[in-house]
């Protein structure tokens, strides 16, 4: 299995557009948790879903943040709209189980808005 | 509110020392702790996995303890090399919030 993967890599947007990052699970796996990681709050989880359904969205910081999960293979984030302070790496995870599982993480997509 | 910490927040020790790294978590009811390496611009990868009910687990030269009525689990690298440089985290699986909570890390260096 490729792991997780996420794109774009990288994404530099100006304020106020809308941005979607984009995640493929591993297959298998049942969980999916989006985290977004910062130099002054480290990482943070934002959302996750088990079977394909959001579980907690506690973490997502406004309603500009929506993500969704189609089917148990591709989820994505959006932004709309974007502001500078939602600049950071965004990571997607998965996970066989909700609990108690490894964790394995893609490559992050490192948003940058301007 | 759990809450994870991780010292040092960096680390700088000539190749072939053993070192320890340290996290401490402030509720002890977690179902898990598990312990990442990050690479410069990269994501994480799992390097440990230890149950509540675990000691410690061992892969290579890479032994994690975890000691959960005390909220204190250590990162012990033997015999450690420049390819070990990595930002290391720590994070516990939280029974409240039912979610992987994360230390700050602590920036590994190294040096040949």
């Known amino acids: 299995d490729a792991g997780v993967i996420q794109s774009p890599r990288h994404e530099v947007t100006e304020m106020g557009q809308e941005v979607t990052l984009r995640c493929k699970p591993i297959?298998?796996?049942?969980?999916l948790f989006w985290y977004r990681q910062t130099m002054m709050r480290g990482l943070e989880l934002l959302i996750y879903?088990?079977?394909?359904?959001?579980?907690?969205d506690s973490g997502m910081p406004e309603d500009r943040f929506s993500a969704k999960m189609p089917n148990a293979s591709f989820s994505t984030l959006k932004i709309q709209p974007s502001e500078p302070r939602d600049s950071a790496v965004y990571f997607c995870?998965?996970?066989?189980?909700?609990?108690?599982?490894?964790?394995?993480f893609g490559q992050g997509t490192r948003l940058t808005v301007v | 509110k759990q809450e994870v910490t991780q010292i040092p927040a960096a680390l700088s020790v000539p190749e072939g020392e053993n070192l320890v790294l340290n996290c401490s978590f402030t509720?002890?009811?977690?179902?898990?702790l598990q312990w990442f390496r990050q690479d410069p611009g990269k994501g994480l990868t799992s390097l440990l996995l230890?149950?509540?009910?675990?000691r410690e687990q061992t892969s290579g030269r890479l032994n994690a303890s975890l000691d959960k009525s005390s909220g204190r689990s250590t990162l012990y690298i033997a015999a450690s090399q420049p390819g070990d440089s990595a930002t290391y985290l720590c994070?516990?699986?939280?029974?409240?919030?039912?979610?992987?909570?994360f230390g700050q890390g602590t920036r590994l260096t190294i040096n040949p």
């Open positions: 297959s298998g796996h049942n969980s």
């Open positions: 879903f088990n079977n394909n359904v959001p579980i907690d």
């Open positions: 994070a516990v699986e939280d029974q409240g919030a039912q979610k992987l909570v």
């Open positions: 995870a998965s996970s066989v189980a909700r609990l108690s599982t490894e964790a394995f």
């Open positions: 509720d002890s009811a977690i179902y898990n």
């Open positions: 230890i149950q509540s009910s675990q």
